[in-house]
């Protein structure tokens, strides 16, 4: 029995991993990449209706906790009979052993181009690229961080999935100004509360406390299911921070003096911030 890595399942003999594809509304499942249906249909023989997957040559997949903003790319053979999409097409990758496919990838069309070598490339997008795309110019006060996170992504219209335990306290103040990203302003307010912050692969955005424990679901053996694996320790970006409300004197470059009014404290140790 050979048991394939990152799937919780066992297979007789060998198996070549199964993806599907959806964009627009339509697609249909493959072997991965499909290449004997794209050389036959190169080739003018075989027929049947197009699919995704039996025109596929490459798919790169990029996912990970905030800052990273996912993406997929797609490389897809123009044959007479490829299908096509166009951009802000709603697109879902699902991969895994035949029989057993899992959400990958949920999103949208981002990016089209068709190359000199007969291939057509899709970029793909999902939540994390729709708020690394947006700015803001809002002030909020007395909110949660968990809060402050929610009320960025509404307004892109993206709702949040939180799983935090525990109740930390408001922020006296929070400026979403458009000198950095919503996504880039989530992370930073993830970062101070120690949480974890993604897109899964349906699509939904999470919020969720980095240290949860839970129930294993998989392990994993170096040199079987891990090929590469790094550890590394690095000291804290911050100990105890004090938050106060923004300000500026007349000329818009001095620093004040004295720290404003609204004045929030929380950790300890250093470095001080």
Known sequence: M????????????????????TIGGGGESGG???????????LGVGGGAPAWADHLVALRLHQGLAPLVDGAELLIAQTGDAPSAVLGDSCVIRMGVPG????????????????????RRYG?????YTLARGRLNQTVTNMRVQEVIAFA??????????????????LPRYVLDDSRSLWDHMTRLADLRGLGLWVDG???LQLADQLEQGDPVRSFTYGEDVLEMHLWERSPHSGAVTLFGGGR????????????????????????R
Request: glycine content about 16%.
């Open 32 to 42: 991965f990449g499909g290449l004997a249906e794209a050389a036959a249909s190169l």
């Open 249 to 272: 004197v007349d000329d818009g470059f001095t620093l004040r003096t004295q720290g404003a009014p609204n004045r929030g404290q929380g950790g300890d140790g250093t470095p001080q």
């Open 100 to 119: 057993a496919l899992q959400d990958f990838f949920s999103g949208q069309v981002t990016a089209i181009e068709q190359r000199a070598d007969g291939l």
């Open 124 to 128: 793909l997008g999902n939540a994390a």
């Open 153 to 170: 992504a509404d307004t892109l219209g993206v709702s949040l999935q939180t799983r935090v335990a525990g109740s930390d306290g408001s």
């Open 202 to 204: 349906a699509g939904e």
């Open 2 to 21: 050979l048991s394939l890595p990152f799937f919780d399942q066992a297979v007789p003999g060998t198996s070549a991993p199964a993806v599907e594809i």
